[in-house]
C-alpha cells in the first residue's frame, strides 16, 4: 500500500505560479513511476505529468508543457509539481498518484491516488 497527501493548492491571480507537494508513505516510494491528474469542475480527470521511479524521465500533458514542471526527491518520498503562468483553466483539484515503474499517462494504470487539491486560478 502507498499513501499519498496532497498539499500547496490555492487561490492565485493569472500569470502567478504555484507548488503543490505530495507526500507519499507506505511501500518503497521510489519503486514508483508517479503522475498529476486534475479534474475541472464537469469535466473527467485528466493527465498532466509524469515522472519515472529514478526521476530521469518525463512526460507532459501539451497544455501544461513549458508551464509546469514535475519532480521528485526519493530520499524524502516527495513528489512536486512546479506550476507557472497559470492561466483560468487550470482551474481544477489536483491529484497526485503512484503507478507502475515506467512512466505512464494512462489513469487506469496508476494503483494509488490521493485525495487531491484545489487549485484555482482568477482571471
Known amino acids: 500500500q502507498v499513501q499519498l497527501v496532497e498539499s500547496g493548492g490555492g487561490l492565485v491571480q493569472a500569470g502567478g505560479s504555484l507548488r503543490l507537494s505530495c507526500a507519499a508513505s507506505?511501500?518503497?516510494?521510489?519503486?514508483?513511476?508517479m503522475g498529476w491528474f486534475r479534474q475541472a469542475p464537469g469535466k473527467e480527470r485528466e493527465f498532466v505529468a509524469t515522472?519515472?521511479?529514478?526521476?530521469?524521465?518525463?512526460y507532459y500533458a501539451d497544455s501544461v508543457k513549458g508551464r509546469f514542471t514535475i519532480s521528485r526527491d526519493n530520499t524524502k518520498n516527495m513528489v512536486y509539481l512546479e506550476m507557472n503562468s497559470l492561466k483560468p483553466e487550470d482551474t481544477a483539484v489536483y491529484f497526485c498518484?503512484?503507478?507502475?515503474?515506467?512512466?505512464?499517462?494512462?489513469?487506469?494504470?496508476?494503483?494509488?491516488w490521493g485525495q487531491g487539491t484545489q487549485v484555482t486560478v482568477s482571471s
Open positions: 515522472i519515472s521511479w529514478s526521476g530521469g524521465v518525463t
Open positions: 498518484a503512484a503507478g507502475p515503474r515506467d512512466i505512464a499517462t494512462i489513469q487506469t494504470e496508476y494503483g494509488y
Open positions: 507506505g511501500r518503497t516510494f521510489s519503486g514508483y513511476c
